[in-house]
Every structure is written in C-alpha cells, then in structure tokens.
C-alpha cells in the first residue's frame, strides 16, 4: 500500500470495467448507485448495468455520459424524482487520467460532511456507441476526487434530458361539490 502526502492510505486500482452495448442512466444498478429506487421507474425495463470498474487500455472513448440525481420533474401524476443525463464531449485525456488514481481509504480520524448533492454516476462511450460504466477514485470520505470532478466539469455537455423515476408526492385532484 502507498501512504499519500499525510491524506490516507491508497485503495488498490478497480478491476477493468465490462463494455455494455451502450450508456444507460436508467439501468436498476445506476439508479440505485444514485440513490433512488430502482423498482420506481416509469416505462419499459432496462436491462442490467455492469458494474464500475477502471477504463480498460483496449477502449477508447470519444464522449462521456454522466447520470444524476437531485433533479425533479412535475407532471399530470405528482412530483417525481428524476435522473438527469448529460452528454459530455472534449478533451477526455484529464478525466482518463483522473480516473486512473487510486482511492483513498476512509481514515477513522476523519470527519466527512454529508455527501453532497446531486449524486452522478459516469459512463465513458467510443465511436460506436459501446460504454464502460466508469469508477471514480473518492477522497477518504467517499466523495469523488477534486481531480475528477473539475476534469468533468471542464467537458462540454451537448446535450441534457430529465427522465422521471420514483413518485414522490401524487398530484391530489378536487372533487367536486354538488
């Protein structure tokens, strides 16, 4: 195990990550990374995502695809919760480096705020549309690093839906009086 600079100790690097047909922010395991509840989500089934796991050297993304909570929606139903999918593109090499650094373990002398909000899940896609469900290396309070988040926020998001997934508060109708 290596000790960085004072900050904790480095968890060993995750296992390649499986290429999936395609990105897919509503798949049950994303929507549970993210908080939510899978078994919610309105619409047709999505099949299984694999799980998170290091970028493998034989893939190459061209875009990225980052999944997110915190989002709601308000339709004829109520208020839903919602998972709001940006299509990122631009330079990937700082995300690609970014995620090829360890994690640091969780320190007992630590002291971790709440994690913040929203929560996001990262796919990296390649020019055939395939995608790794990407692991983000977190700070000792599980937190993705700064190193990834600023390297995420640096791409451009061309593009943005909202898809509801959880009925959070049903839309009450009045009955009329007589």
């Known amino acids: 195990m290596t000790v960085l600079a004072g900050c904790g100790v480095a968890d060993p690097l995750p296992a390649e990550a499986e290429t999936a047909p395609r990105a897919d922010c509503l798949a049950p395991q994303v929507i549970a990374a993210l908080g939510l509840r899978a078994d919610d989500a309105p619409g047709t089934a999505h099949p299984d995502a694999p799980e998170p796991g290091a970028v ?8 990225a695809v980052q999944c997110m909570s915190g989002e709601r929606l308000t339709d004829a139903d109520g208020v839903w919760s919602a998972v709001t999918v ?3 593109e631009g330079d990937l090499a700082p995300l ?14 630590q002291a971790c705020a709440a994690s913040p909000f929203p929560t996001w899940e990262l796919w990296l896609v390649d020019a055939l549309g395939r995608a790794v469900r990407a692991e983000r290396p977190v700070d000792p309070c599980g937190v993705p690093t700064a190193q990834v988040t600023a390297a995420v926020e640096q791409l451009e998001t061309t593009g ?16 009329p009086t007589p």
């Open 160 to 175: 943005e839906e909202h898809f509801p997934v959880a009925l959070l508060a049903a839309r009450v109708t009045a009955t």
């Open 86 to 88: 940006r299509q990122l």
């Open 96 to 109: 690609l480096d970014a995620l090829a650094q360890p994690s640091e373990s969780a320190r007992a002398d």
């Open 56 to 63: 493998p050297e034989s893939f190459t993304p061209v875009s």
